[in-house]
């Protein structure tokens, strides 16, 4: 749990965490990140190939190097 951040603080019985430096990206583009995830949901005829190069995108951005 404290690889996502620092300084846990339980009140009103929720969890509350200062994110990581590493997490703050993540953390704030999420909900784009979430949309672009969302469309490699499998359908009832998939194309791999195409998912895998839509995944190919989305882990480089994740995993910058």
């Known amino acids: 749990l404290l ?3 620092k ?3 339980i009140e009103d019985e929720k969890l509350f965490i200062e994110p990581n430096d590493w997490f ?3 953390k704030n583009s999420y909900s784009a ?4 995830y969302a ?4 359908s009832k ?4 190939t195409a998912q895998t190069e839509a995944l190919s995108s989305i882990r480089t951005r994740w995993l910058p190097r």
């Open 3 to 5: 690889a996502l951040g």
């Open 7 to 9: 300084t846990p603080i």
């Open 24 to 26: 703050v990206p993540i």
């Open 33 to 36: 990140l979430k949309k672009e």
């Open 39 to 42: 469309r490699l949901e499998l």
């Open 45 to 48: 005829k998939p194309d791999i």
